[in-house]
């Protein structure tokens, strides 16, 4: 009895093997077409019949405290609402910006290249927001700069410059400028351009630092094309803007005299 008993059994691990084989020969060797026959869709309203995923918010909760916490600590103070529509050629904001950029941007350069940034020409659309009266904090900057635009510094020739004066004449915006001077009379012509309180040598080059996105043509700043060299910083503008923040009690800048239209 016993033996037949074992003799079932081995049988019976034996045809399982078998089947085992079988099945994996057949998922190995079988590749059956499948096609697509209809596709749905189902249409899911937003509205107060969604229930809330409770575990996901308390997931998130503790990491959206601390990164608001962040956004939200002072780091300087506004003595005033600055705008970028406050001057017809030059704005408050639009002139920190660019000398923000100047002095924070131009230490690396330094550094990397073994030369200076000569100027500082950024686009008046770029900037999204007012800064306004009161605390300044990283939040601030994220409003004023909510993209991911990087500085890069353009070699330009001074032919090249005169182009982008041009470009800043024609366009008769506050595009934020720094390093430059730009003066033209009531019908908006030229009456002269200086860079470093010198007027512009159209074989010298000059280091413009801007936006990576200006640089490719943004805004039809087709000026920075051809140019004699470009250095990226690997510095987004709104941590150039946290990082003045960082080292500054009060926030006070004015309109002045970098372009503006002479009164006879």
């Known amino acids: 009895m016993q033996n037949i008993k074992k003799f079932i059994f081995d049988e019976l691990v034996i045809h399982k093997h078998i089947l085992s084989t079988v099945v994996l020969i057949f998922c190995f060797s079988c590749k059956p077409k499948l096609?697509?026959?209809t596709i749905e869709g189902k249409r899911l309203n937003i509205d107060t019949t969604l229930v809330e995923d409770t575990s996901v918010e308390n997931f998130i909760k503790p990491y959206r405290i601390h990164i608001e916490k962040d956004l939200d600590s002072a780091l300087a103070y506004a003595l005033d609402t600055y705008h970028k529509n406050d001057g017809v050629l030059n704005s408050t904001i639009g002139n920190l910006m660019a000398d923000i950029i100047m002095k924070e941007g131009n230490p690396i350069f330094q550094k990397r290249a073994k030369k200076s940034i000569d100027a500082v020409i950024l686009n008046?659309?770029?900037?999204?927001?007012e800064i306004p009266k009161g605390i300044v904090n990283a939040r601030t900057a994220f409003n004023v700069m909510p993209f991911e635009n990087e500085?890069?510094?353009?070699?330009?020739?001074?032919?090249?410059i005169k182009k982008a004066v041009d470009y800043l004449i024609k366009g008769r915006r506050a595009h934020p400028i720094s390093g430059m001077e730009i003066v033209v009379d009531s019908d908006y012509k030229l009456i002269y351009a200086k860079i470093n309180d010198e007027p512009i040598d159209n074989g010298k080059v000059y280091y413009v630092a801007t936006s990576d996105y200006l640089y490719n043509n943004g805004d039809n700043m087709s000026f920075y094309?051809?140019?004699?060299?470009?250095?990226?910083?690997?510095?987004?503008?709104?941590?150039?803007?946290?990082?003045?923040?960082?080292?500054?009690?009060?926030?006070?800048p004015v309109k002045d005299q970098r372009f503006v239209i002479k009164q006879y």
Do not use: C, M, W
Request: aromatic share 6%.
């Open 35 to 37: 096609n697509i026959q």
């Open 124 to 129: 008046h659309g770029g900037i999204r927001a």
């Open 151 to 160: 500085i890069v510094v353009v070699g330009l020739k001074g032919n090249q």
């Open 225 to 252: 094309q051809p140019n004699e060299s470009v250095h990226v910083l690997d510095y987004k503008i709104r941590n150039v803007l946290i990082d003045y923040f960082k080292k500054v009690d009060t926030i006070n």
